[in-house]
């Protein structure tokens, strides 16, 4: 069933992995960001994390989910509130799923 | 004759920091092998996929593109549109990687995914001056630590998701580890004001942009976030004297 084409295919993503990543250091003529620029991008690494993060937390097929019965906020909650406390992300992770779990599979949320 | 950056102290600092977010790193890989398999692809496809395009969000996009037999550009177009997010973090990493020749820029970049960026801009927020060499050196060994956690801990876990995939059912959801362990680490970075606020303009602008098409909401927020902070951002000292006095503003 692989036929070259999709071989072919999956070296071109991986290059498209490679191109996107280092676009703005493959050519190595000098300029700089200008410095307002170089401030925002300060900015860039948290708000990139939020981006990712909560539409998957709560959202549905594209909609904001309209119910308080999805295991995904609870979860959330829960690595939160270990966060705060404890700090670490592996106990986030754990008190996440921990809550997530059991929600999800034993109640179906 | 330089010792191997793999001795290096700063490259056991930057594996110890990720792995605290492994765990959920493996599990979202674990998924993503599972979802490759059974969405029809072959084994070795799967397999190849997931040794060298090192990209979960563009992969899961072209995965049905690949099997629907649409147009390769059409495929590496989406890929690259899913992946800009990368291209705005190069223009960030690139005063830290210039000194490197060519190629090993490429790697650098490569191997740099989302977690690896934020947490090497976290531990070294300034470039050093190139004239630095143990500073550089320092950058690269954490750099190179953190990443070669990343790819172990994306890899493995992908290839036994892809051997395993009959038995782990999608629907239990374990893929939330990946979105829990982001979480944990955007809570790590909330260490100012302005932070915080990046990160919820970054989420609204996320949600109420969801509906453009090739995961272009993500780069939407990452600028209203920026822009909104630097809005807020107490004005900088004026970088010259200007010629003229205009009174005060």
Redesign the interface.
Known sequence: ??DA??????????L???????????S?KPW??P???Q?????????????????????TQ?Q?IDTWRD??LF??LA??AW??WR????????A??AV??PL??GLGW | MTAPLFRHPEFRQGMRDM???A??TA?WGLMTGVAMVKSGM?L??AV??GV????GS??LA?VPL?LGGAP?WV??AT??CV?????????????Y??HQP?WR??A???F???LS??MF??RH?HPVPPADTEGLRAQEAYLAGNCALTWLSWVVPSLLGIALANAIPLS??LG??G????????????SSR??VV??????????AA??LPLKL??LV??AA???V??ML?KP?AP?APLPTTKGAA
């Open positions: 069933m692989t084409w999709t071989v072919l295919t999956i070296v071109g993503l991986a498209v992995t490679v191109i996107t990543r280092s676009f703005f250091f493959m190595s700089t960001l410095p307002w620029a401030r925002g991008l300060h900015y860039a690494p948290i708000a990139a994390l939020a981006a990712v993060i909560i539409p998957e937390i709560v959202m594209g904001l295991a995904r979860a959330a690595g939160v966060f705060v700090r670490g992300v592996l106990g986030t992770i754990i996440g799923m997530y779990l999800h599979i | 792995a605290s977010a765990a959920g599990a072959s070795f496809e190849l996929m060298i395009v090192f990209a563009s992969q072209a690949i390769m495929i590496l890929a690259a992946n800009l997010r990368f291209v705005v973090f190069s223009a960030h990493l690139r005063p990687l210039m060519l820029r490429l650098s970049g490569y740099t995914a989302d960026y934020v801009t976290n927020p239990w959801g939330f580890a979105i829990l362990a982001l979480l944990g680490v955007m809570c790590s970075l909330a302005l932070r990046s990160a919820g303009v970054a989420g609204a602008a996320a949600v969801f509906a909401n993500i927020a990452i976030a920026v822009a902070c630097l951002e900088a970088p």
